[in-house]
């Protein structure tokens, strides 16, 4: 069971002066439970590539497949969910309850049944069943954003697709939100995030896809893609790199505050540390 995307391309305004190729033949595949980071600047493609995931857009040429069958087919349409780079603009109903409930009732589910599904994706997306009766727009931005990604979750999607999931949030409810990926990943579910800043998600992540001006330019494993020099590195690399060539033996693959401590603390309780006091 996979995401397959093999030799796709896609070109807006197409055969016009404005003709623009936004995604340029590429190939990949995103396995079932797999956590990946997908990177790229701005105009990489990235956001094009997101609604191809979830059959949004329709490959002018090439095939995305969803365990086999076509993105976008009413087979698979439930299998993946898109949380979009501005979620508030998914939110429409009257009640948080109304707006989680939208998809599901559109596929046939009513009553008691509706509502576990309702229940069940606000749980997932760490939201009290106690903000169902509320309106979504007197909510904080970072709650808005988990009511929208209640709202994916409401078909029980096996992959998860969300483009710059953390644009715009404090640094609590960035938190928050990683936190619930976290989650969600434990769950089973394939989680796939679009960003530009991939550093406070490589502690997560299992693939790094980087797109360049619509084509693929990188894709490997987090260790992979720290030792690929064409890439701005985390802060917290960075500075592992320079405690290296300080003289002090640590690991230069680290990528989160956390383990940068712990490695520093190892090396300062070493043999090797004390023979230079």
């Known amino acids: 069971m ?4 093999k030799n796709l391309s896609f070109c807006y305004n197409r055969g016009t002066s404005l003709e623009k190729h936004a995604i340029d033949n590429i190939s990949f595949s995103i396995g ?6 997908i990177g790229g600047e701005v105009g990489s493609g990235k956001s094009t590539l997101a609604r191809h995931l979830n059959g949004l857009l329709r490959p002018q040429s090439g095939s995305v497949t969803i ?35 939208f998809a599901p009732s559109n596929f046939g589910f009513k009553g008691k049944e509706l509502d ?42 096996d992959y998860l697709i969300l483009d710059e ?22 769950s ?29 330019e990188f894709v490997g494993s987090v260790p992979e893609y720290l030792r690929s020099a064409p890439f701005t590195l985390p802060e917290i690399t960075s500075l592992m790199k320079e405690l290296n ?11 989160s505050v956390d383990d940068a401590f712990s490695e520093i603390i190892r090396f300062f309780g070493s043999p090797e540390a004390r023979l230079d006091e």
């Open 188 to 216: 089973g579910i394939s989680i796939v995030v679009i960003s530009h800043q991939l550093s406070e998600l490589l502690s997560l992540a299992e693939k790094i896809i980087i797109l360049k001006s619509g084509r693929i």
């Open 116 to 157: 576990e599904h309702v229940m069940y994706a606000l749980g997932l997306a760490g939201l009290d069943g106690s903000v169902a009766s509320l309106s979504p727009f007197s909510l904080s931005g970072g709650q808005m954003r988990l009511v929208a990604l209640a709202g994916v979750l409401s078909m029980k999607p």
């Open 245 to 255: 060539l300080a003289g002090i033996n640590v690991g230069d693959d680290i990528y």
């Open 32 to 37: 079932k439970g797999e956590f990946v980071l």
């Open 2 to 5: 996979s995401i397959e995307v």
């Open 67 to 101: 365990d086999g069958k076509a993105a976008g087919s009413r087979k698979v349409r439930s299998k993946a969910g898109l949380l979009m780079q501005y979620p508030q603009k998914q939110l429409f109903g009257r009640t948080v309850y109304e707006d989680v409930a």
């Open 165 to 186: 999931p953390a644009s715009g949030l404090d640094p609590d409810n960035r938190v928050l939100l990683i936190g619930t990926l976290e989650k969600l990943h434990r």
